[in-house]
């Protein structure tokens, strides 16, 4: 018998992200995704952008008052993006 060589699909696919550094863009779309679903409204609404990089979010805010009340909240927030996501990919949030 030939030894095979035999991988998934998905298995491919997460390491060729990986091998061509594309992860952490695709985080960056199902991160904007879980954002919108896991704050109030009013902060998406202040929300100027945000960006995913190796465990971090950088979230830029349009207020002052918003980014404080959020830092205030930061454990909570990063638990529940965590939780919509399936999988824990977010340790730290950082807001300007």
């Known amino acids: 018998m030939r030894p095979?060589?035999?991988?998934?699909?998905?298995?491919?696919?997460?390491?060729?992200?990986?091998?061509y550094?594309?992860?952490?863009?695709?985080?960056?779309?199902?991160?904007?995704?879980?954002?919108d679903k896991c704050v109030a409204k009013p902060i998406v609404q202040r929300t100027v952008s945000l960006r995913f990089m190796e465990g971090t979010l950088t979230v830029n805010l349009n207020s002052s008052v918003v980014r404080n009340?959020?830092?205030?909240?930061?454990?909570?927030?990063?638990?529940?993006?965590?939780s919509?996501?399936?999988?824990?990919?977010i340790s730290e949030i950082k807001f300007f």
């Open 4 to 19: 095979t060589n035999e991988n998934s699909l998905g298995d491919v696919i997460k390491d060729m992200l990986r091998k």
């Open 21 to 35: 550094e594309l992860e952490n863009g695709l985080w960056n779309a199902k991160i904007r995704d879980a954002w």
């Open 69 to 82: 009340e959020l830092e205030l909240l930061k454990t909570d927030i990063i638990t529940s993006l965590n």
């Open 84 to 89: 919509e996501l399936n999988q824990e990919v």
